[in-house]
């Protein structure tokens, strides 16, 4: 039976799937940095930390259901709960930092055999601040994007050929990008 892991990870996204098959496809990555337990360890990166900490503020305007004291790892989640090893398709449904968040530590603790992207020439200047998301994150994204990291097959279109293999197999649909 295929089962959806929908995990808490803060402001963005992280889904996994075990399909039937023993595959596991994992919808964006949000959160995948966070780790309390190195805050002593790393004192030159406080201030990336408290920006980390910052993300976990709910305004008084929004309903607070407490969801943001014990967010998820998915790096964590995926390695001790589910006891995962690699990854069939890692799927980026759109290239905001709250989807990438932790991408380069999902690729270098699992093997990632396919990442699934859009065609996209989204950017993010050096200057910008990137409010508590790693820029390397974005830095790996970019390359991972341009072809410049080879040990995953990235496919940005989909259709029911080799190129997708299993996507039919596990009952996967895409409704957009059309």
């Not at 396919?114 to 994204?141: H, L």
């Not at 040990?151 to 197999?169: A, E, G, H």
Request: hydrophobic share 30%; net charge negative.
């Amino acid at each position: 039976m295929t089962v959806i892991h929908f995990l808490n990870v803060l402001e963005g996204d992280c889904n996994v799937i075990q399909h039937d098959s023993g595959r596991v496809t994992v919808i964006d990555i949000c959160n995948g940095n966070h780790d309390e337990s190195q805050i002593v360890e790393i004192l030159e990166k406080v201030n990336r930390l408290n920006e980390q900490k910052n993300r976990r503020f709910v305004p008084k305007s929004r309903i607070d259901y407490q969801q943001k004291k014990t967010p998820d790892n998915p790096i964590d989640y995926l390695s001790n709960k589910l006891k995962v090893n690699e990854i069939n398709r890692f799927i980026i449904t759109h290239p905001d930092m709250d989807h990438l968040d932790g991408i380069e530590a999902l690729y270098s603790k699992f093997k990632v055999t396919n990442t699934w992207d859009t065609n996209n020439q989204k950017t993010i200047s050096a200057a910008e601040n990137f409010c508590g998301y790693r820029k390397e994150d974005w830095e790996f994204y970019a390359n991972l994007r341009n072809g410049k990291y080879t040990r995953s097959k990235r496919l940005s279109s989909f259709d029911n050929t080799s190129p997708c293999q299993y996507w039919l197999d596990d009952v996967l649909s895409i409704l957009a990008p059309s």
